[in-house]
């Protein structure tokens, strides 16, 4: 079946860094993947759209300029969260629609991030 | 305002049984329905997609869509330990997915 992973899968850092979140897409092409941000005994929030070859498309509420992504390539969308803080300690999910027309998402395995 | 709602449980039942699990939805103009699996600490995985009214089975797994209602369900029957997780009941419009809350399931041997 359709594979994404992510990268790294947990990451420490400190209040003020910034952390670098990758998904690929590792046997299909995605012109769009989903970022999506889960906390503890909640459900998955939609944070971003992200498209190849043009902007991502933020939900309400989400911080573009704090939640930085990138579509590089046909495999491969990046999540930045800049100047992290304690409240961006979560559960960081991305997805991507494997098969034309189905709709069928398949997820990454995650990123926990945890902000110090 | 999409919503997508489902009962958050706990749901318990015995090995072997029928669990059932449900979810509603706030707009008609929904076009696919999936059901996900997530167990604690992983993302979630794929179990059931639904696209047109009636029901659908995969195995011990059984979808069910009433679009009518706005209605979607999940039925597992001859209930494992194993199927012990949270179910996601994802409604797609256009191009967004929206995720209800999720139903925690305990199977219990």
């Known amino acids: 079946g359709a594979v994404v992973s992510q990268h790294p899968s947990r990451v420490i850092c400190k209040s003020g860094t910034s952390v670098k979140i990758e998904c690929r897409s590792l046997?299909?092409?995605?012109?769009?993947m989903f970022w999506y941000r889960q906390f503890p005994k909640q459900s998955l929030m939609l944070m971003a759209t992200?498209?190849?070859?043009?902007?991502?498309?933020?939900e309400q509420g989400v911080e573009k300029d704090k939640f930085l992504i990138n579509h590089a390539s046909l495999t491969l969308s990046t999540l930045t969260v800049t100047s992290a803080h304690p409240e961006d300690s979560s559960f960081y999910i991305c997805?991507?629609?494997?098969?034309?027309?189905?709709?069928?998402?398949?997820f990454g395995p995650g990123t926990r991030l945890t902000v110090t | 305002q999409k919503e997508v709602e489902q009962n958050s449980g706990p749901l318990s039942v015995p090995e072997g049984a029928i669990a059932s699990l449900n979810c509603t939805y706030s707009?008609?103009?929904?076009?696919?329905f999936f059901w996900y699996r997530q167990y604690s600490g992983k993302s979630p995985e794929l179990i059931m997609s639904?696209?047109?009214?009636g029901d659908k089975e995969d195995g011990r797994f059984t979808a069910q869509l009433n679009k009518a209602s706005q209605y979607v369900s999940l039925l597992i029957r001859d209930s494992q330990p194993s199927d012990s997780a949270t179910y996601l009941c994802?409604?797609?419009?256009?191009?967004?997915?929206?995720f209800g809350t999720g139903t925690s399931l305990t199977v219990i041997p």
């Open positions: 997805s991507a629609p494997a098969i034309e027309g189905t709709y069928e998402q398949y």
């Open positions: 707009d008609r103009g929904s076009q696919s």
């Open positions: 639904i696209y047109s009214n």
């Open positions: 046997d299909f092409q995605a012109t769009t």
């Open positions: 994802a409604v797609r419009w256009g191009e967004e997915f929206y």
């Open positions: 992200s498209n190849e070859g043009s902007k991502a498309t933020y």
